[in-house]
């Protein structure tokens, strides 16, 4: 019913007025990593609860604050957290 993350990039489930969702688009691109953006204006209007059903059962968070970010399918979480795994992701590469 909901589409579910991509499996080998960032997904960023999305709404607008966000301005979290807007930093992550923001910093996401400035590292030059590949994301991809489900808009879920439409899922939240038309069954707000199936939709937060859906992430809760993907994550196993219940997570209503956005963005929703995913790398691969593990659930990252919001902004914050998403900075600090995409730097310690960068770091890592860097050592080898």
Do not use: W
Not at 9 to 30: E, F, H, P, R
Not at 63 to 82: A, D, L, M, S
């Amino acid at each position: 019913m909901f589409p579910k993350p991509s499996t080998n990039k960032i997904t960023i489930y999305s709404k607008s007025g966000c301005l979290n969702c807007i930093k992550v688009k923001d910093y996401l691109k400035a590292k030059n990593i590949l994301f991809e953006v489900i808009d879920c204006d439409n899922y939240l209007l038309d069954d707000r609860e199936a939709f937060i059903q859906f992430i809760f059962e993907i994550s196993d968070c219940e997570r209503t604050i956005f963005p929703i970010v995913f790398h691969g399918k593990k659930y990252i979480g919001g902004f914050n957290e998403t900075k600090l795994h995409i730097e310690k992701m960068l770091d890592f590469e860097v050592d080898f």
